[in-house]
Nanobody
Framework: QVRLVDSGGGLVQAGGSLRLSCAAS????????MGWFRQAPGKEREFVAA????????YYADSVKGRFTVSRDNAKNTMYLQMNSLKPEDTAVYYC??????????????WGQGTQVTVSS
């Protein structure tokens, strides 16, 4: 019903910035809250950030609060994650997700394929 393609990962130095994008398609993706999860090798997939369907309310994991900003452009059916002041511990595969709950941090049923972010020290 909703297809997600995430992109924008890469290799950056600690303290650098990167912007991830998630392009949504299918039936009315704008009705879904969307967000980002990440998974490092050997670790569980964890919540990073979410934004509601209006784009007016955002939610962040404590580990990224103040450094990352999630936004969306519903006219383009695209969600973004601006990542600043990156740390080596941010290294992970980042996945966009649709249907996420920002308040409970529960993932929704739709996933992007993942894009790798590597932060070097």
């Amino acid at each position: 019903q909703v297809r997600l393609v995430d992109s924008g990962g890469g290799l950056v130095q600690a303290g650098g910035s990167l912007r991830l994008s998630c392009a949504a398609s299918g039936r009315t993706p704008s009705i879904y809250a969307m967000g980002w999860f990440r998974q490092a090798p050997g670790k569980e997939r964890e919540f990073v950030a979410a934004i509601d369907n209006s784009g007016r309310n955002t939610y962040y994991a404590d580990s990224v609060k103040g450094r990352f900003t999630v936004s969306r452009d519903n006219a383009k059916n695209t969600m973004y994650l601006q990542m600043n002041s990156l740390k080596p511990e941010d290294t992970a595969v980042y996945y966009c997700n649709a249907g996420v709950s920002g308040t409970t941090q529960m993932r929704g049923p739709y996933w992007g394929q993942g894009t790798q972010v590597t932060v070097s020290s």
